[in-house]
T-cell receptor, first 111, second 113 residues
Framework: DAKTTQPTSMDCAEGRAANLPCNHS???????VYWYRQIHSQGPQYIIH???NNETNEMASLIITEDRKSSTLILPHATLRDTAVYYC????????????FGGGTRLMVKP | DTAVSQTPKYLVTQMGNDKSIKCEQN?????MYWYKQDSKKFLKIMFS???????INETVPNRFSPKSPDKAHLNLHINSLELGDSAVYFC????????????FGEGSRLTVL
């Protein structure tokens, strides 16, 4: 599976959009981009995933560049409860259950 | 109702003991997993079961033995506990084996003294 690179940490003001980048320059054609987050002392939570088109759900939006080498997770109106570690994972659908979590980005939402 | 529930949430025990962590999911999912999160917070898959059959065993010592009595339950039994087994263990489930959308439990923190 392709490797991902994410900033170690980011800050965001409450109520503003949080834009979390992820670099996956070695992604192959059959690999999806998945985003999870882990709030302190809780289990990881699935957020969203995509292949090549932009995706939106009730939690977030996922923007994938045309060359698919990077993506951005957008939390449109961050709240204090969005403070968490966010993981970007690239994986082929056939190996979907072999999720490998890297270091992720620690997002701190500040009042 | 908790979708994926694990018990116990905390477990403190001595080296050499045998312990079990239980997991149940009420989502009707076919596939269940055990993940381990170590002190550096890296989360790694240990086992995956699909309809009570083992489909992934990721280089885990054979002191760890998962048991799936039915597809809603996946228990983790650990023999001869070692200091390095101290970690948070997460159970998860997914509707199908070939999906990256997993639902995780709240974790069971195991401390081996």
């Amino acid at each position: 599976d392709a490797k991902t690179t994410q900033p170690t940490s980011m800050d965001c003001a409450e109520g503003r959009a949080a834009n979390l980048p992820c670099n996956h320059s070695t992604i192959s054609g059959n690999e999806y981009v998945y985003w999870y987050r882990q709030i302190h002392s809780q289990g990881p939570q699935y957020i969203i995933h995509g292949l090549k088109n932009n995706e939106t759900n009730e939690m977030a939006s996922l923007i994938i560049t045309e060359d698919r080498k990077s993506s951005t997770l957008i939390l449109p109106h961050a709240t204090l409860r969005d403070t968490a570690v966010y993981y970007c994972i690239v994986i082929s659908r056939n190996a979907g259950n072999m999720l490998t979590f890297g270091g992720g980005t620690r997002l701190m939402v500040k009042p | 109702d908790t979708a994926v529930s694990q018990t116990p949430k905390y477990l403190v025990t001595q080296m050499g003991n045998d312990k079990s962590i239980k997991c149940e999911q009420n989502l009707g999912h076919d596939t269940m997993y055990w993940y381990k999160q170590d002190s550096k917070k890296f989360l790694k898959i240990m086992f995956s079961y699909n309809n009570k059959e083992l489909i992934i065993n990721e280089t885990v010592p054979n002191r760890f033995s998962p048991k799936s009595p039915d597809k809603a339950h996946l228990n983790l039994h650990i023999n001869s506990l070692e200091l390095g087994d101290s970690a948070v263990y997460f159970c998860a489930s997914s509707l199908l084996a070939a999906t990256g959308e997993l639902f995780f439990g709240e974790g069971s923190r195991l401390t081996v003294l």
